[in-house]
């Protein structure tokens, strides 16, 4: 088997797949004169060129490390960091029997496709400039011999005229005459060219393109032999040093002997079961006998199978693949998309149930953040007016309020779903109520005033909180600096006084609140204005 008989009307795969080769080519070259340069300076530039073939978060690569495989490729990038030492030697080696030897050779083989690819677009250009001549004398051939007819009826209409001249007949039959004679002769350039079009397509299709075919294919392969040979450089420029550099070899051998398929397909099948029952038998319908079905026979429930999922009749048998290509469309076999994702299959839907809980949870929670520096702010806004007015929060403690229910309640929805479709709804459903509990004591009416939920004294159990909250976390490092630009009381909960121009350590950015946590020499932290200090923070 080969290019040439096999993917003779494949021109433009060949194409793609070569030029595919040669960058890997040149992308192996790149790889591994980068990793010469991280040896020449040592264990630091190498684990930053482990860290560039890293996965990178969020990836798809990243999610498929759960294989063996894929782990297995981390563990070698992760040998790579080990190889911190002497590595001047692997250096020089690798960059003058691979990296420029490879180079090299990549000139050639750029070259060498260029001549079979303008060889046979040449063929090409021939073939299609002789197919013209061949049309041109096939369009002359078919107009002179419409002439020819032509002249040909006149000058039979011309000898039965009884009111023609004998010069009129005679000139019409010479006129007919001559006509013929070109329409013959365009005949006979229209079978020419026809000949020769049909050798030269020929000789095209069955010597021309398949040996250009074949020497790319020659070309292609030889190409692989040395960038194997490459691969194999790469490990044998390391086993001829250092035996430190032999325990990191091993390492990358168990991480490839850790590759268990076994394993690798058991995740496939946790990734992707479906969890349907198979296919039941058909029942017998005994239309002799004019049975009807009753209602309950015939009631909607949800989905149990492939069958209800797809729409599918269930009088006829489930195919897992189409015999029909045509008429397997997405508008066919796609189910439309539902809320609580009953269009998936079992499995699927737990996940994706699982999934869109831990969203909401997640947005629930900045909402209660929200909520708690809404309320710290107003507080301090009722004891310090000259900041700021505290009925100018309400709008925005009143959508933060609304916020928080609607997250609850379709927190609340999406995990009954999820008991329903048999996950561990009641694992999950402490993070509503956690939320109900943080959120209930902070949460303010849009009036301005505490609501009835929660404790009596809402500001004190803030304060009493945010107070524990000091005691219990361990200082934070700083993140920078600032400088007080003017006085500040501090004489709310939480807060700490400064002076012009005194310099504190920032423990907290803003959040978005107005607020800043800042920290003294002495240890004392709390929060002041964000517009009252000038902050650097350290790079």
Known sequence: MDWGTDLWDQYDIIDKHTQSGLDLVEKYVKFVKERTEIEQNYAKQLRNLTKKYSPKRGSKEEQECRFTNHQSFLDVLNEMNDYAGQRELIAENMMMNICIELTKYLQELKQERKTHLSEAKKAQQSLESTYKQLDSSK??????????????????????????????????????????????????????????????????????????????????????????????????TEKHVMPIIGKCLDGITRAGNNVNERNDSLAVIEQHKSGFERPGDLEFEDYSQGINRTSSESSLGTPKGPLDLLGKNKSKPFWLFSKKSKRYTPERITPTATEDFGHLPPEQRRKRLQQKIEELGKELQKEVDQSEALGKMKDVYEKNPQMGDPASLAPQINQTTQNMERLRGELSKYENWLTEAGGRGDTLRYSSQSFN??????????????????????????????????????LAAPIGQCTALYNFPGSSEGTIAMQEGEVLSVVEE?????WTRVRRSNGDEGYIPTSYVSITLNK
């Open 139 to 236: 369009k002359r051939f078919e107009r002179e011999w419409r002439e020819a007819e032509k002249a040909a009826q006149y000058a039979e209409k011309t000898d039965l005229d009884i009111n023609a001249t004998k010069a009129d007949v005679e000139k019409a039959k010479q006129q007919a005459h001559m006509r013929s004679h070109v329409a013959e002769e365009c005949k006979n350039d229209y079978a020419a060219q026809l000949q020769k079009y049909n050798k030269e397509q020929s000789q095209f299709y069955f010597t021309d393109m398949p040996l250009i075919f074949n020497k790319l294919q020659d070309m292609d392969e030889k190409r692989i032999r040395r960038l194997a040979q490459g691969y194999v450089l790469f490990s044998d």
């Open 437 to 474: 509990n943080n959120g209930a004591h902070d949460t303010y009416s849009p009036d301005g005033a505490h609501s009835d939920e929660g404790t009596p004294d809402p500001s004190h159990a803030i304060y009493a909180e945010f107070d524990d909250d000091f005691e219990e976390e361990e």
């Open 510 to 514: 803003d959040k978005g609140d107005g």
